[in-house]
């Protein structure tokens, strides 16, 4: 039976990988507080309450889900490009990755510290959303994509509409061109 309680927040954890050597005690400092972040970001009863909706209303069973783990460190795919989240389908494992302490420096340094939380606790929960929807979607990335955007905005429109940076935050996580897109679509009523 599907529930609509927080039963994801008790599988989530960090889980740090301690054969990183090459990171230096700064950005073991800075990483393990990231991750801590996305830890409190992620647990949030809000946000909880809100994936039970959403795997309610994608007929997802919370039992595939067997662990989240938060990574203390990044992880970049063969082409250099860093990645928010991996899923693996087959064992309900999936993994949540941090920005790379060099973009967090230049985005604090052109946005603040304040916005800097916010666009990290949104992408924590945008590749939440984005990996819990490939345990249905398998291989339709599109449709992953698109449906990620969808939650993610009735998410931010409905829970983080009180600090004004709902949509700032939805620009930043997914391009700003195709956000647009989204809203018109969601204006024009084509996702009901």
């Known amino acids: 039976m599907l529930q ?3 039963v994801l927040s008790s599988k ?24 801590c972040f996305t830890l409190k970001a992620l647990r949030k009863s809000s946000f909880q ?11 997802i069973e919370e039992t595939i889900v067997n662990t989240i783990d938060i990574e203390v460190y990044p992880a ?10 991996r899923c ?11 920005k790379t302490i060099k973009f967090c420096n230049v985005f604090r340094r052109k946005f603040g ?3 800097l939380f916010a666009y990290a606790g949104s992408r924590a929960r945008a590749a939440l959303i984005h990996e819990l929807l490939h345990l249905k979607y398998v291989s339709d990335e599109e449709k992953v994509r698109e449906l990620t955007k969808i939650y993610f905005y ?9 600090s004004s940076n709902a949509v700032r935050m939805c620009e930043f996580i997914f391009d700003a061109k195709s956000f647009k897109i989204l809203q018109e679509r969601l204006k024009s009523n084509k996702y009901g």
């Open 76 to 85: 970049s795919r063969k082409k250099g490009n860093y990645i928010a989240g």
């Open 49 to 59: 309450k809100f994936l039970g909706s959403m795997l309610l209303s994608e007929n």
């Open 12 to 35: 989530i954890k960090i889980d740090v990988d301690y054969d990183k050597t090459d990171y230096s005690e700064r950005h073991v400092s800075f990483y393990t507080k990231y991750s």
């Open 113 to 115: 510290q304040e916005i």
């Open 88 to 98: 693996n389908v087959f064992k309900g494992n999936i993994r949540i990755y941090p």
């Open 154 to 162: 009735a998410y931010s429109k409905n829970h983080l509409a009180k």
């Open 4 to 6: 609509q309680s927080p």
